[in-house]
């Protein structure tokens, strides 16, 4: 079940109550009786864990090899280094 977070907009009496998702909203503050008791909207706090999709998939463990043979990339883009492929003389 989630936990929701409430505060009272009379008084500014703060607090977590468990409750389902189909469960009605609060709406009288436990601390003053005023009905002016709000849910928050606040961050969703989760872990994942195990060897789902997320561990396997996405999370970033078979990033894809560079290949062994290939010059590196040119560090200016101006074709300047010596094995960028734009600095290379054109044949003709």
Known sequence: MPIYE???????FQKEHLQKVSDPLL???PACGQASYH????????QLKGSGWYATD???GNKPQAKPDAPP????GEGSCA???ASAP???
């Open 90 to 92: 054109a044949s003709g």
């Open 83 to 85: 094995s960028c492929p």
């Open 6 to 12: 409430y505060r009272c907009d009379a008084c500014g």
């Open 39 to 46: 849910k928050l909207l606040s961050a969703a706090g989760f």
């Open 73 to 76: 990339p040119c560090q200016t």
């Open 27 to 29: 709406a009288v503050c």
């Open 58 to 60: 996405f999370k970033g």
